[in-house]
T-cell receptor, first 113, second 113 residues
């Protein structure tokens, strides 16, 4: 069965370090998305991609970057981790023009001390 | 940008009681999607509404899209403990032929047996 996998599931790191969260999907979807989920804020869009070599900024993109070198993967990098980036991060993918249902990974819980 | 507001933030019901969550947008929506997130889990797509005044049912769940396409609701009849979770609505934003979702902050439902 097709799936979307995030790794690691949990990570603790220190402020100032670079952190990369992995997202791999086997749906062969062109569209991939990164969200962060914080209590009281719901899901907020960080970055998204509509295909290989395409990346776009979302609502809360400051301090984050993504790259899309193939269809399956959209890694999310925190260039210099800050405590305000402690959150649960979800990756999602969808097909078509993006108004199709999004399939979410299990999430990465990131703590920055 | 588009804002999607959801109320209530939280509701605690006894098993067998009904539950409704409401979603309101600051702008007219083309489509609206609903997702459910179980505690500790990831969002899972429930349904998409497209047409003005549309009503769709999934067993005990009834979804409505307002006539002006600026509001939506999810009603659960005779709640069960399996309905526990957070319910999110998400409005679709179109940009150059592709779309992203703007999520409401969600309604957390707790059901006591």
């Amino acid at each position: 069965d097709a799936e979307i996998t995030q790794s690691p599931r949990h990570k603790i790191t220190e402020t100032g370090r670079q952190v990369t969260l992995a997202c791999h999907q086997t749906w062969n979807h062109n569209n991939m998305f990164w969200y962060r989920q914080d209590l009281g804020h719901g899901l907020r869009l960080i970055h998204y991609s509509y295909g290989v070599q395409d990346t776009n900024k979302g609502e809360v993109s400051d301090g984050y970057s993504v790259s899309r070198s193939n269809t399956e993967d959209l890694p999310l990098t925190l260039e210099s981790a800050a405590s305000s980036q402690t959150s649960v991060y979800f990756c999602a993918s969808s097909e078509g023009t993006g108004d199709q249902p999004q399939h979410f990974g299990d999430g990465t819980r990131l703590s920055i001390l | 940008g588009q804002q999607v507001m959801q109320i209530p933030q939280y509701q605690h019901v006894q098993e067998g009681e009904d539950f409704t969550t409401y979603c309101n947008s600051s702008t007219t929506l083309s489509n609206i999607q609903w997702y459910k997130q179980r505690p500790g889990g990831h969002p899972v797509f429930l349904i998409q509404l497209v047409k003005s005044g549309e009503v769709k049912k999934q067993k005990r769940l009834t979804f409505q899209f307002g006539e002006a396409k600026k509001n939506s609701s999810l009603h659960i009849t005779a709640t069960q403990t399996t309905d526990v979770g957070t319910y999110f609505c998400a409005g679709i934003n179109w940009n150059s032929g592709y779309s992203t979702l703007t999520f409401g902050k969600g309604t957390m439902l707790l059901v006591s047996p």
